[in-house]
Structures are given as C-alpha cells and as structure tokens.
C-alpha cells in the first residue's frame, strides 16, 4: 500500500449483480429513511452557477467580470458549472471507456477489484463496520497521479483503449485544474506562485467511476451518502439525461440539473482550509433511477503529498483550521465513513 492508497473498504455485495437479481425488496442495509424523508426543493430556477472558461482569458472583454462570477460562485455555492473548457472530446472518450468498463462480466470487472486495505480498485470506498448503511453503487477508484504512485495492476486492460484514454483524461483534467487554481489564487488575493506550485508540482488525483444501478425502489436508497469532497477541488462528469446529483443549500437538497457540454467543478475541503473558510466546500449526494444505470465520473484534485493543509499565510487573519500533513489528512478521510463535512469539523479550531 502506498501512502496515499488510505486504508482499504470492507467487502460488500457487487450492487450492480444485486440490482439485476429479481429482488424480494430492497435489502435493509441500504434502506435509508432520510432520503424519502428529506426537504427536496425543487425550484427551476435555484441552479449553480454557469462559469464560461471563454472568458476567463486575460484580454477578453468580459474578463473582470467573469472572474467576479468565479470567486462568487465560489463563495457562495462551491459548486459550478465550467462551459467552452476546450475538453469535451476527452469528456465523451473517457465516457466511452467507463461505460464499457461496466459492461463487462463481472468476472472481469473483478480483474480489478480492491486489494485488502486498499482504497484503489473496483468495489465500494468508505464501508468502515458490518452494521454500515451501504451506498446503492459501485465504483472504480484510481489515483493516476503523481504517475510514480499508479497502481497499473487494478488500471482495466479491457476495454484495451481504457488505459491511455484516462492517461489523457488524468493529464488533461489536471491542466484544466490548474489553470482554476491559479485563477482562484488571483480572486483569493493568494500569492498564486506559492499555491499553483503546491499543485503543478506532483499534485495528486484520484478519479472515481461511479457506476448507480437502476433501483426499483429509488426513493429508499441513495447512491452515494451526503458527503463533501476531500480534495481541494473537484470535477466530475454526470449524464446529461440522468439526473442523480444534489447538492445542500439552505439545510434543502436541490437537484442539479445538467448543462450540455459543461463539466461540474466543486470545492473540497482542502481548499476550504487553503483559503480559510472563504470558499466552503459544499454537501452534497447522489440519488438513483428506476429504470437506467447512471455513470458519473469524479476527478478529485489535491497538492503535492509533502504540503501542510492548512490556511494560507496570507490569508490567515482569524485561523480557523489545524495544520495537518497531508500525509495525515489523507488518514483521516479514510478513517471515516461519507457524514456530511466531519472531517472539517475535526481540524477546527
Ligand atoms: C463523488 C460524488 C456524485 C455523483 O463521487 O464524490 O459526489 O453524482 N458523486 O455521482
Ligand atoms: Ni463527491
């Protein structure tokens, strides 16, 4: 196990074979009563924001206020969609091979499942004791970078265009995440050397393929439980006819309706702490369909593994956080179950 592989999952049912499998109900431990029970706001017109990359060149005509937009979606919602970000082709070709992915026996599928006490592979990620509510999906979880620390053994050899599609997918994900962290930086009035290099040099990513069953009982699961994401910042691809993302605005859930073509960014907890509280990473959660699978693609970015996570310097007025090694802040988030945003909680002061 490498140091940023956290501690492993138990084993639990594939729920993907389990959903194919003429069930006499639901087995109780995915049952989850808070998600029939929960406020839904439904409302049209409360959407995240739409960010368009076009115009956060410096030169455009729109550029101030584009980068006003940026650090108030920031601020406001930690979620957001990026439109015009030059990617889409890697989008729908790391789609592609996800879906594939799924489509193969399970037998093959397994070819790649979680070793013992890792966190990287295809199973299930943060399932802690026997008594656990289990999240109604499966995943496939790889850290492609830094490139030293890929686990090639748990990379699928099937379908055979699967490893350098998300070798693309990894390098160009990262290259569009870096160029947010540095406008981020600017907004934040960070010093954006010291924060872009955090990340430019060995910056760290995980990417999880979520794969959600159909449920015939969707209203009493959840794909995956309220959680904020760990890393600093995220972005992940969902379907566009297959809605399933909510996020928590105003102790509501609010559905998240896609935006063709766009890439949902969010901010994690780790830039949370960087910018010490002044852009929050944001609850949120995944329901399932009745009738179809539903796909998403994370990709969790984070610094280098030898940088403190901690407030900026020159940010820090009133010090809201702990100073953790990275190397401990990544085992912590392992050490815990998905419960909304406990582990900032924790480096509280
Ligand atoms: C995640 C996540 C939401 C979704 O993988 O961290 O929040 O819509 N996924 O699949
Ligand atoms: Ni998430």
Request: charged letters at 20%.
């Given at each position: 196990m490498t140091s940023n592989s956290g501690r492993g999952s138990l084993p639990v049912d594939n729920v993907q074979s389990l959903a194919s499998k003429n069930l006499n109900g639901i087995p109780p431990r995915y049952i989850r009563e808070e998600a029939e029970s929960d406020d839904l706001l439904d409302n049209k017109s409360l959407q995240i924001p739409v960010i368009d990359m076009n115009q956060l060149v410096v030169g455009q005509i729109g550029y101030q206020d584009e980068m006003k937009r940026l650090h108030l979606a920031c601020q406001d919602w930690g979620f957001f969609h990026l439109i015009n970000h030059g990617i889409l082709e890697e989008i729908e070709k790391m789609k592609k091979v996800t879906e594939e992915f799924f489509k193969l026996p399970l037998e093959e599928r397994m070819l790649c499942a979680q070793p013992p006490n890792c966190s990287e592979g295809y199973g299930q990620a943060f399932v802690l004791s026997e008594d656990q509510k289990l999240d109604w999906g499966d995943m496939l979880y790889?850290?492609?970078?830094?490139?030293?620390?890929?686990?090639?053994?748990?990379?699928?050899?099937?379908?055979?265009?699967?490893?350098?599609?998300?070798?693309?997918?990894?390098?160009?994900?990262?290259?569009?995440?870096?160029?947010?962290?540095?406008?981020?930086?600017?907004?934040?009035?960070?010093?954006?050397?010291?924060?872009?290099?955090?990340?430019?040099?060995?910056?760290?990513?995980?990417?999880?393929?979520?794969?959600?069953?159909?449920?015939?009982?969707?209203?009493?699961?959840?794909?995956?439980?309220?959680?904020?994401?760990?890393?600093?910042?995220?972005?992940?691809?969902?379907?566009?006819?297959?809605?399933?993302?909510?996020?928590?605005?105003?102790?509501?859930?609010?559905?998240?309706?896609?935006?063709?073509?766009?890439?949902?960014?969010?901010?994690?907890?780790?830039?949370?702490?960087?910018?010490?509280?002044?852009?929050?990473?944001?609850?949120?959660?995944?329901?399932?369909?009745?009738?179809?699978?539903?796909?998403?693609?994370?990709?969790?970015?984070?610094?280098?593994?030898?940088?403190?996570?901690?407030?900026?310097?020159?940010?820090?007025?009133?010090?809201?956080?702990?100073?953790?090694?990275?190397?401990?802040?990544?085992?912590?988030?392992?050490?815990?179950?998905?419960?909304?945003?406990?582990?900032?909680?924790?480096?509280?002061?």
């Open positions: 790889l850290l492609p970078l830094p490139v030293s620390h890929r686990k090639m053994n748990l990379w699928p050899k099937t379908p055979s265009s699967f490893r350098p599609t998300l070798d693309e997918y990894s390098a160009t994900l990262k290259e569009l995440t870096n160029k947010l962290i540095s406008l981020m930086a600017e907004n934040l009035k960070a010093d954006p050397q010291k924060l872009t290099a955090m990340f430019h040099h060995d910056g760290t990513q995980g990417i999880r393929m979520n794969y959600y069953p159909p449920c015939t009982q969707p209203n009493k699961v959840l794909g995956i439980a309220p959680h904020s994401d760990t890393s600093a910042l995220t972005l992940i691809q969902v379907n566009e006819d297959i809605h399933g993302l909510q996020i928590k605005k105003n102790q509501q859930w609010v559905p998240i309706k896609p935006v063709p073509g766009s890439i949902i960014v969010n901010i994690g907890d780790a830039m949370e702490i960087f910018s010490n509280g002044k852009y929050r990473s944001i609850e949120h959660r995944a329901v399932v369909n009745n009738e179809k699978e539903r796909i998403s693609i994370a990709a969790f970015h984070s610094p280098n593994l030898s940088t403190d996570i901690c407030p900026l310097p020159e940010l820090v007025k009133d010090n809201m956080f702990k100073t953790v090694s990275h190397q401990d802040f990544i085992k912590m988030v392992f050490n815990k179950t998905l419960d909304g945003k406990g582990l900032l909680d924790q480096l509280k002061l």
